[in-house]
Every structure is written in structure tokens, then in C-alpha cells.
């Protein structure tokens, strides 16, 4: 797969700089660590070459350090980069859902929500067209599906805000319709 530490064999779809001297690479079929200085005799490691992670943002990091991402295979997974392959979080009902999710014509963007505890999981159609995101709620090892009653106001980009109190550190979404909106879970609207 790899010839030396600037070559790589699959398509690069996602940078996840894990640590100072932790860098994951998602492919279109596999994920790779890049651990220290390549220069200094760093690793160029192997994680998997069953799955890889879907293109852009389809990936975020628990505050524990777990990172979630959206497989390219379909699927969303959990890794610990301290070592041991993804888990498959989906793979229950949830999963044939997801596995008819088409890449190329929808954005998948996860973002992590601290007051929650959980990873939201956005599912944006390019057209415009009505669909289903999804939390997975840590705590409770739970699936929530959920669906905006406006299409302009699926995702295609979210950030995690962060901040001193507990109203600054919320999760925004950038709308298709050009709105930035912020997930208020104490809000009625």
C-alpha cells in the first residue's frame, strides 16, 4: 500500500491530526497512522485496509480522545488510536440505513456535542431534498434518528463551539440556505 513515508496507495479523503505526533489518514479503503517525525525515524502505521473514511469532515474526536467517523463503506465506527481496529457502531437496524447513503450526491459531517455526550451525524442530500440525521448517544450506546421539518436547514458544514459557559459551547450548523444556526437543546424552536 505504501512506498515509503510520502506515498500513499489509496485516495486521501480525510486528515485527522490526532496529536502532536499522531496523524490518522483516511482513504477510500483504508486508514493509516503517521506516529513522530518521518525524518527521525517515525512510523508510518497501518490501521485497516477493510474500511476506509468517507470524504471531509465525516470524522470527530470524543474528548476522551475517540475518534468516530463515517466508514466509506457506509457505517459509522469508533477507533481508539491508542491502538485495535475500528468498531462498527451500526451494525444493527440502524445499519441498512445507512448503507444507502450515496457519497457522491450527499455532505456527511459528525461533529461531537458535549452536552449530550454524543456524535451527531448528518446525513445533507445535495439537491435540497428531504433526510434523516442521526446521534449516537454515548452514555447509552443509543441510536436517535431526527429530520429538520425545513430542508434548507440540513447541514453542510458543523463546528463545536467552545467557551468559558455553557451557552457559548454548542454545536453550530451551517445551513443550506447561507444561515449559521446553533443547536439549543433548551429552545422550543
Not at 458544514?157 to 443547536?183: C, I, K, N, P, W
Request: charge should be negative; include cysteine.
Amino acid at each position: 500500500i505504501t512506498s515509503g513515508y510520502g506515498k500513499n496507495g489509496d485516495i486521501v479523503t480525510a486528515l485527522i491530526p490526532y496529536t502532536d505526533d499522531k496523524l490518522i489518514i483516511g482513504g477510500s479503503h483504508s486508514i493509516r497512522m503517521f506516529i513522530g517525525n518521518p525524518a527521525e525515524g517515525g512510523i508510518n502505521a497501518s490501521v485497516t485496509d477493510i474500511t476506509g473514511i468517507a470524504y471531509g469532515a465525516a470524522w470527530c474526536q470524543s474528548p476522551e480522545g475517540v475518534i468516530y467517523f463515517f466508514g466509506s463503506r457506509g457505517g459509522v465506527y469508533k477507533m481508539d488510536p491508542g491502538g485495535g481496529v475500528p468498531n462498527r457502531l451500526t451494525a444493527t437496524t440502524i445499519d441498512e440505513r445507512l448503507a444507502d447513503i450515496n457519497l457522491d450526491t450527499s455532505v456527511v459531517t459528525l461533529v461531537w456535542d458535549d452536552r449530550a455526550i454524543a456524535v451527531r451525524i448528518y446525513i445533507t442530500p445535495n439537491d435540497g431534498s428531504a433526510t434523516t440525521h442521526y446521534v449516537w448517544d454515548v452514555r447509552n450506546e443509543a441510536w436517535w434518528p431526527f429530520a429538520y421539518a425545513n430542508n434548507s436547514h440540513n447541514p453542510f458544514a458543523v463546528h463545536l463551539l467552545s467557551g468559558g459557559t455553557a451557552a457559548e459551547r454548542r454545536v453550530m450548523e451551517f445551513g443550506q440556505d447561507g444561515y449559521v444556526r446553533v443547536v439549543d437543546v433548551d429552545s422550543k424552536s
